[in-house]
């Protein structure tokens, strides 16, 4: 019987919609481009490990958290530690992620509602409406805030239906969509010419590239920004997670998934652009590196689909309404945080817990809007760069010090009554205390100093 919190009903219904939170804007945008211009292949080498090293062992520390409380992060937080001070912490780091978590969604809309806009933008002119299709990919700010609010809306109508009418059900319908569509993107990219030159670029290592401080930094935060990881995200979904799943298994399922789509996006992103160079279109800079990832997507791509005539508005749809689709899966998860806080911690309605977080985050994504070359930057560096880190830190001393070594193997045995003699119960529960930490710190104080 379901769970009257919500509770996923597959196991598949959960990996689709955790996949589906990692699987974001920062997967077929943010790695493909940073790889580009940060040695190909040695970039994504170094990635997969920070992701396994790094990004896994947290996200187990969320999903095992989340899974055994059965509550939203505050709440669950607040409840691990025996001591009143730390269980205060342990609010308060929740409350941090919750508001990391709308920070995060409320730039995220933005960027968002371009995809959507150039979704349409694409079939409205070449059925004639070409007014219509330019005001949608030109920047203005009622342009920027009327598709931010039309895909608040789509976030806000899939978080009303709960965990298996609004999430689940949406996730097992549009990740195997977003898989089909990149996949056949990249088939028929790869026939055309120039291709080849992105697919050495991509899959030729340049290590000379990759030993800098700064790159170690640039892609931990991505992979933290891409499994979704500090903010809670990943606890609430674990959170409604059946007791008889073994979480160490679905979590490496849900990491593989996101790093198999970021690899794949790569398949279609870089031999898109020196397919675009073949052609004319300038992907270079005056200094001789790529041009920088919004330019690419936003001016490089569209450039390149004009080149291809007819099949150019297909493709163009499609890849944007790939890009709305990836958006949208992890909009629900970082909406979910706050509702789910509001639910349980306050007593609302699903309804209203709904229409108060997402009322509240499209009016901040408004006033970004409105004053973009200040905050905008602003936001995604504090929330991103800084918090997200900060809070994996924290939630990995809370599963790895404030949280009993019984409590948690007790919460393994759940379905597996030989987790002690597993290698997961070995490695991770010391990993967590010590490895994770200090690597994300150490990273994390040369990013702040
Ligand atoms: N993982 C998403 C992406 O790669 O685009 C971004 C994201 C979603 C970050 C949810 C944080 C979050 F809570």
Redesign the pocket.
């Known amino acids: 019987m379901a769970s009257p919190r919500g509770e996923f009903r597959s196991r598949l219904g959960f990996i689709l919609a955790a996949a589906g ?7 077929i945008w ?1 790695f493909p481009t940073q790889a580009a211009s940060n040695g190909g292949a040695a970039f994504l080498i170094t990635y997969l490990l920070l992701a396994f090293v790094l990004a896994y062992p947290a996200l187990m520390a969320e999903l095992l958290i989340g899974r055994h409380t059965h509550r939203n992060m505050v709440m669950a937080l607040g409840s691990l530690p025996k001591r009143n001070a730390l269980a205060s912490l342990g609010r308060l780091t929740g409350i941090g992620g919750l508001i990391t ?1 709308s920070m ?1 969604l409320s730039f ?1 809309a933005i960027v968002a509602g371009w995809m959507l806009g150039f979704a349409a933008s694409y079939p409205l002119s070449a059925a004639g409406m070409a007014s219509t299709g330019d005001w949608l990919v030109t920047f203005s700010s009622p342009r920027n805030l009327a598709l931010m609010l039309l895909f608040m809306i789509l976030t806000m109508a899939v978080v009303l239906g709960g965990v298996e009418d609004g999430i689940e059900r949406w996730s097992r319908r549009l990740m195997p969509l977003l898989i089909a569509t990149l996949t056949a993107l990249a088939l028929y990219v790869l026939t055309l010419e120039g291709a080849l030159t992105g697919l050495k670029i991509y899959l030729l290592p340049d290590f000379e590239k990759v030993l800098s401080g700064d790159l170690l930094i640039d892609a931990l935060g991505s992979a933290f ?4 990881l500090g ?1 809670g ?1 990943m606890l609430i979904y674990g959170s409604y997670l059946s007791d008889a799943e073994n979480v160490p298994s679905v979590g490496a399922q849900v990491a593989l998934v996101d790093v198999g789509i970021a690899v794949l996006a790569g398949f279609l992103i870089l031999p898109a652009m020196y397919v675009a160079d073949a052609r004319g279109v300038p992907i270079f800079n005056d200094a001789g590196g790529l041009l920088s990832e919004d330019t690419l997507i936003f001016t490089v791509l569209p450039a390149l689909f004009e080149t291809m005539e007819g099949a150019g508005t297909w493709l163009a749809t499609a890849f944007f309404a790939l890009m709305s689709i ?2 949208l899966t ?1 909009s629900i ?2 909406l979910e ?1 706050p509702v789910a806080y509001l639910i349980e911690r306050h007593d609302l309605s699903r309804r209203n817990a709904t229409l108060l977080a997402g009322g509240v985050i499209a009016g901040f994504s408004a006033l970004i809007v409105l004053n973009f070359g200040t905050l905008f930057g602003w936001v995604i560096t504090i929330s ?1 760069r800084y918090s ?1 880190p900060a809070l994996g830190i924290l939630i990995c001393i809370f599963a790895g010090w404030l949280w009993q070594r019984d409590a948690l193997l007790q919460e393994l045995k759940k379905n597996d009554v030989d987790a002690e003699q597993r290698l997961f119960w070995k490695i991770w529960p010391l990993y967590v205390k010590w490895l994770c930490p200090v690597i994300i710190g150490v990273i994390l104080a040369q990013s702040v100093l």
């Open positions: 939170s990692a699987v974001g804007l920062g997967n943010g978590a995060i995220y920004f891409s499994l979704s903010v995200t990836a958006a992890s998860s970082m945080v991103t997200q």
